[in-house]
């Protein structure tokens, strides 16, 4: 009998489409799109108000809804990474049919886990996530230009709906690492 292959992790480039913001996550290769799902909303800063879909070589993978708009999703909670997204594959995530918040993720490599190391993790990125329902590409750059002029005449109203401590240029490593840990720490049950 052959020897047991060691676990691996899948190191992910996402980049949010169209803005500066990414991450470079580090995820079991055995996590499902579903379980992936959860690790880019809280990696990005999304809030999981809205629907998604990855597709992956012209593969679509999500939930059905129930809406008629064609072809059903294949179930991404049986779609594993070490099955369907090997090392050099690129794939695309949506977030949020109405504003498409276009995620382009690259597998970059394939990694031993370390052992004693909890997965997921982020071990790079930049920029902070727009603001939910901010209106996709177009609209975060029309709040960013708002941010940047105290004197625009949406200023205030656009700062406090964005939150007062929201910097689009701040990335905290250390805060991304503390949200994915309940995820971590779920696998571990």
């Known amino acids: 009998m052959p020897p047991a292959r060691p676990p691996t992790?899948?190191?992910?480039?996402?980049?949010?489409?169209?803005?500066?913001?990414?991450?470079?996550?580090?995820?079991?290769?055995?996590?499902?799109?579903?379980?992936?799902?959860?690790?880019?909303?809280?990696?990005?800063?999304?809030?999981?108000?809205?629907?998604?879909?990855?597709?992956i070589n012209g593969v679509r993978y999500g939930i059905d809804d129930g809406e008629d708009w064609g072809e059903p999703p294949k179930d991404e909670r049986r779609a594993r990474l070490a099955t369907v997204a090997p090392v050099g594959v690129s794939f695309a995530y949506q977030y949020d049919f109405g504003d498409s918040w276009d995620h382009d993720i690259n597998v970059e490599a394939l990694l031993p886990q370390q052992a004693g190391k909890l997965y997921p993790v982020c071990v790079a990125?930049?920029?902070?996530?727009?603001?939910?329902?901010?209106?996709?590409?177009?609209?975060?750059?029309?709040?960013?230009a708002v941010l940047a002029d105290p004197q625009h005449e949406e200023h205030v109203h656009m700062r406090t709906w964005a939150g007062e401590g929201y910097d689009p240029e701040r990335f905290d490593l250390k805060a991304v690492n503390e949200s994915l840990s309940f995820i971590a720490a779920r696998r571990l049950r």
Request: proline share 7%.
């Open 9 to 55: 992790v899948h190191q992910l480039k996402i980049v949010l489409r169209d803005t500066e913001v990414w991450r470079r996550l580090q995820v079991p290769s055995t996590t499902t799109l579903a379980r992936l799902h959860d690790v880019i909303q809280r990696a990005m800063g999304w809030q999981d108000y809205h629907l998604h879909e990855f597709e």
């Open 125 to 144: 990125g930049a920029k902070a996530c727009p603001p939910e329902d901010c209106g996709g590409p177009p609209g975060f750059e029309e709040l960013l």
